[in-house]
């Protein structure tokens, strides 16, 4: 895939904005210390009136006023923690164009590189010059559209993201803006004193004898020893998966159907690994429905939790799939008000909350049966519309080792797109499991 870069542009916002500080989490502060996002794409599109790169950022520049924040920076205060310093400095919007069609490349080639899609940072730089915002517009030789957009992850998770880009997407249309973000992240403040009830595993290294991950590459880089599975469901497919969970109703959901699928077939694929090794799944959940009083919709902050089960490898792949259906319901079922607020309660009595943020040298994410399993948004996704029309697809700028997502599919009700990263030596056990175990087959 051949990305040429036309031009690089800081967007400010359109008018002179509050200059302050903004209080960041404690949510925030663990968070990774890159830019995290999505990639939309739209097909081609006849319309007289579409969308041009001048015409988006005139639209970027009005959203900015309202969601000034984004346009501002990182910084430490005079205690080394982080905050963001409102300063109206601007986001990145880059313009780029490809020779190549969609079918070209193939969405679902495990080896592509996606990173060209979003703009290309230096993280070596100092964290105050970073843009909080990056959005890429690449247009293809077919005719096609992509969108990356990501969000510094001490800023914001993709739930900020997507009121952001809803917001910018309908601007770029003419149309009012629905959300109105709220900023002030004190409403995840800890309890004074704080007080844990639960013990919050979840902060706490893995087992160390695992072999551990060589690279923790926050991107999908085909010259790695990694790629990306891209499995579509269909409606039929995910029928069958319920079937084998052996539950007549509704009692789980479909994603911990296939949060427990997705584990199971990363461990029996994992066939370096003996009995006596451990595997820990690392189930993202998103706060804002959980928490009691219930957060603004329109909040711009992290609300991200972790339900970690555990289990021995032997254990864990002689147990039927209706187990580890249920334990993963069990671990996510935990999860409300009194859990999430003990676990922010822990997070303030914690020591260096550096510790925990993934990266090189962290132990929390570098264990080899040490999986993630992050559900994209599906609300609103059908709103992000520019002018060409609602995407076709979506998926993440960024996998790294040990990194799954799941995501309703965009052109077929009820199905689903799953994106799992391992090593290369990996992907095709992965997918011949994935799909034998539902006796359907595969697409």
């Known amino acids: 895939m051949n990305i040429h870069v036309k031009q690089a542009t800081i967007v400010k916002p359109a008018e002179e904005t509050p200059i302050h500080s903004l209080w960041l989490s404690n949510l925030d502060q663990i968070q990774v210390r890159f830019h995290m996002g999505i990639l939309y794409f739209y097909n081609p599109c006849s319309s007289s009136s579409l969308p041009n790169t001048q015409s988006l950022i005139d639209a970027l520049r009005k959203v900015l006023v309202l969601f000034y924040p984004a346009a501002g920076r990182l910084q430490k205060d005079k205690n080394g923690r982080l905050e963001v310093l409102c300063n109206g400095e601007g986001v990145l919007l880059v313009e780029a164009e490809s020779d190549s069609t969609l079918q070209d490349i193939g969405l679902f080639n495990q080896s592509l590189d996606f990173s060209q899609l979003m703009p290309n940072i230096d993280y070596s730089e100092d964290i105050s010059s970073l843009p909080l ?32 880009m809803e917001a910018w997407s309908r601007t770029a249309r003419g149309l009012p803006v629905k959300i109105t973000p709220f900023f002030d992240r004190t409403v995840l403040r800890a309890r004074d004193p704080p007080s844990p009830v639960f013990p919050h595993t979840e902060y706490q290294p893995p087992p160390f004898h695992n072999p551990p991950v060589k690279s923790l590459s926050y ?80 909040y711009i902050g992290n609300t991200l939790f972790h339900a970690r089960p555990i289990s021995l490898l032997g254990e864990f792949r002689r147990e039927p799939f209706s187990t580890t259906v249920k334990r993963v319901h069990g671990e996510i079922k935990k999860m409300d008000n009194t859990y999430l607020r003990s676990a922010i309660d822990c997070l303030e009595r914690h020591s260096d909350l550096d510790q925990l943020v ?86």
């Open 133 to 164: 915002i990056l959005l890429q517009v690449t247009y293809f030789k077919c005719g096609a559209v992509c969108i990356g957009n990501s969000i510094h992850h001490t800023f914001g998770d993709g739930g900020s993201l997507a009121c952001f």
């Open 358 to 443: 993934p990266g090189e040298g962290n132990p929390i994410f570098s264990c080899a049966a040490n999986f993630c399993i992050v559900g994209l948004l599906k609300q609103s996704v059908y709103e992000l519309d520019f002018g060409w029309g609602r995407p076709f697809f979506k998926r993440t700028t960024h996998l790294n080792e040990g990194k799954g997502f799941v995501s309703m599919s965009l052109d077929e009700e009820g199905s689903y797109i799953v994106f799992m990263c391992l090593k290369k030596t990996q992907l095709g056990k992965f997918q011949k499991l994935f799909y034998e175990f539902l006796n359907v087959s595969a697409l």
């Open 219 to 298: 991107r999908s880089n085909p010259d790695s020893d990694s790629g990306v599975a891209s499995l579509k469901l269909t409606r039929l497919q995910v029928k069958a998966l319920r079937a084998k969970a052996e539950v007549a109703d509704s009692k789980f959901s479909t994603y911990e159907l296939l949060v427990a699928h997705m584990w199971r077939c990363a461990c029996f694929s994992a066939e370096d690994l003996g009995e006596e090794h451990l595997t820990r799944l690392h189930i993202i959940i998103d706060g804002r429905s959980r928490l009691q009083p219930k957060l603004p919709h329109g």
